[in-house]
């Protein structure tokens, strides 16, 4: 079983729509969760840190992280063609050694 | 957010010769460094963590031998693949992370494509 699992999509909707991803995680001892964004060819950059459990919201980002359920989930509102891209979730637990997951392909259609 | 520099961003290189790609955090100082290597439309697998003057860990499977890492300071850290061949072919990606506690943010480069022909 992957630390962090994640579904790779490809997930595809239109400009506006409010977009949902998810992963889930099995190691108790992940503290911290990620969300990074990946263009094409390109590194990731981070969107949104979350410590424990709860919400961050960021702009038209939101990111939720349950514990209890060991579910993350990360919020796009009102989507932009230019939000197309690779979103991987992360979690480590505090020893900076970050678990990925898959990564989920977006595509949002103008 | 604090920058993380990788060179080159893209290399070609002939089957059985080796390659250093560097990673340099620009404007903090870089105590652990992390490589990951990402095939096409697959997640970052990690490779290693290097600490500044301490020899690197590698993850399973990964063989130490042919991917050597250098963390000779605490604003630079080396990948050599040695004996490149075309499976190595990837995209090789570091991050650094700081000494200060409170920042659990690791910075990432933005990769080196690497083609093995």
């Known amino acids: 079983q992957k630390e962090v699992e994640q579904d790779p999509g490809p997930l595809s909707v239109p400009e506006g729509a409010i977009v949902s991803l998810n992963c889930t995680y099995s190691n108790s001892a992940f503290q911290y969760f990620m969300w990074y964004r990946q263009y094409s060819r390109k590194g990731p950059e981070l969107l949104m840190y979350?410590?424990?459990?709860g919400n961050k919201e960021d702009g038209r980002f939101t990111a939720q992280v349950d514990k209890s359920s060991k579910y993350i989930s990360l919020f796009i509102r009102d989507s932009q063609p230019s939000d197309s891209a690779t979103y991987l979730c992360a979690s480590h637990t505090g020893g900076f050694k970050t678990i990925f997951g898959a990564g989920t392909r977006l595509f949002v259609k103008a | 957010g604090a920058v993380v520099s990788q060179h080159p961003s893209w290399v070609i290189c002939k089957s059985g010769t080796s390659v250093k790609i560097e990673c340099r955090s620009l404007?903090?100082?870089?105590?652990?460094m992390f490589w990951y290597r990402q095939f096409p439309k697959q997640s970052l697998m990690l490779m290693a963590t290097?600490?500044?003057?301490?020899?690197?860990?590698?993850e399973q499977g990964v063989e130490k031998d042919k991917f050597l890492i250098n963390h000779a300071s605490l604003t630079l850290s080396t990948l050599t693949v040695t004996s490149a061949h075309p499976e190595d072919s990837s995209f090789y990606i570091c991050s650094a992370t700081t000494r200060d506690s409170r920042n659990t943010e690791a910075f990432f480069g933005q990769g080196t494509r690497l083609t093995v022909v």
């Open positions: 290097s600490n500044e003057g301490s020899k690197a860990t590698y």
């Open positions: 404007d903090f100082q870089a105590t652990t």
């Open positions: 979350t410590y424990s459990s």
